[in-house]
């Protein structure tokens, strides 16, 4: 019995050794572990600081870019307006011309100056290259402003290519750009504002919202680390409620996810056809389709001649066939698309 009780007491004292030897290695690892942390608190600090200033600037340059887009649409406002000043200009002049000489021979066609206050027509038709005739450029679908904004291209042109070299041709071109964001307005966001209750019509810029002060957002992309995804809101208005354009980089990425937002419902009826146009696809390395053509009409033409850099004619002649195509039927130009999906749209079989 008592070696027995000598036994227990022996093994008593062995686990109580064990145990103290198991509790001076835990606090000894507590230790360690606390000065790791210590020293990884002042770089994961850093870290979250440099997360959080990230996303500041992310937001900081969105609104940057937001004002650079704003001042080229004013700079698009006050050069066109400085254009139709031209116009009328020279619209006087052959009025008054008109009565000492009667009909103007130009070229290889009589040109009868009472067309010329209008800019007739038939002088577009038969001398322009940028419009071509209506039916196979679908003119009636045109909007009456676009039309305002293309007419007087090739006027200007010809007025000046042979008796100048350094014409800046940005003043034709402004006419391009300008007519292919009202027409994508009229077509897309148009459409999207009358099945979103802003408006009941397709050419809201300008009229009235219908949801004054009220946020519509359209999901426009995936997002990049913490700024979340990307939307645009197509309720945004000026003075007196009245909408404003939607300018043509966000709605080339609004058309590229058209599978992800409200446009789906277009793509799922009438435009199924234009899909891989309308949201774009890969040709090998390339991506092709009327977003990539849109952002390469801002990036490379309106973006890159909007300020200060020359257009010449060679870029804008370039600028001119990408936007209404060459004589390839099977490479229609920008606009001509656009018009196609319009008539969809806008004009739906009975």
Not at 107 to 119: G, M, T, V
């Amino acid at each position: 019995m008592n070696k027995m009780t000598e036994e227990l007491r022996d093994l008593k004292t062995s686990g109580e050794e064990k145990h103290k030897e198991i509790m001076d290695q835990f606090r000894t690892v507590r230790v360690e572990l606390s000065g790791i942390s210590f020293k990884i608190e002042g770089p994961r600090n850093i870290l979250i600081e440099s997360l959080e200033d990230l996303a500041q600037k992310n937001i900081s340059m969105e609104k940057r870019l937001e004002l650079y887009e704003q001042a080229h649409e004013d700079f698009d406002r006050k050069l066109l307006a400085g254009f139709v000043g031209l116009r009328d200009i020279l619209h006087k002049y052959q009025e008054t011309m008109k009565f000492s000489q009667g009909v103007l021979r130009e070229e290889r066609f009589e040109y009868d100056l009472k067309a010329s206050s209008k800019i007739a027509p038939q002088y577009l038709e038969r001398r322009m290259v940028s419009i071509p005739p209506p039916e196979e450029f679908c003119y009636a679908l045109l909007d009456g402003e676009s039309r305002s904004f293309l007419e007087p291209i090739d006027f200007i042109h010809d007025m000046v290519s042979s008796k100048s070299t350094s014409f800046d041709y940005a003043v034709c071109a402004i006419g391009l750009w300008k007519a292919l964001e009202l027409e994508l307005n009229i077509t897309f966001i148009g459409w999207l504002r009358k099945r979103l209750g802003i408006s009941e019509e397709y050419q809201t810029i300008g009229k009235g919202s219908k949801k004054p002060a009220k946020e519509v957002m359209i999901y426009s992309g995936p997002g990049k680390g913490l700024g979340g995804d990307y939307y645009v809101n197509i309720n945004e208005t000026e003075t007196h409620n009245h909408l404003r354009s939607v300018m043509l980089n966000p709605i080339s990425y609004i058309l590229q996810y058209a599978e992800k937002n409200q446009l789906a419902e277009l793509l799922n009826n009438g435009l199924r056809p234009y899909k891989d146009d309308i949201v774009g696809h890969k040709d090998g390395d390339r991506w092709c389709g009327l977003p990539n053509d849109i952002r390469k009409v801002t990036r490379d033409y309106r973006n890159s001649h909007a300020h200060t850099k020359k257009m010449t004619r060679k870029i804008f002649e370039e600028f001119r066939e990408y936007m209404f195509g060459a004589d390839d039927p099977l490479k229609p130009g920008v606009l001509p698309r656009v018009l196609q999906y319009k008539k969809i749209i806008t004009q739906p079989p009975p």
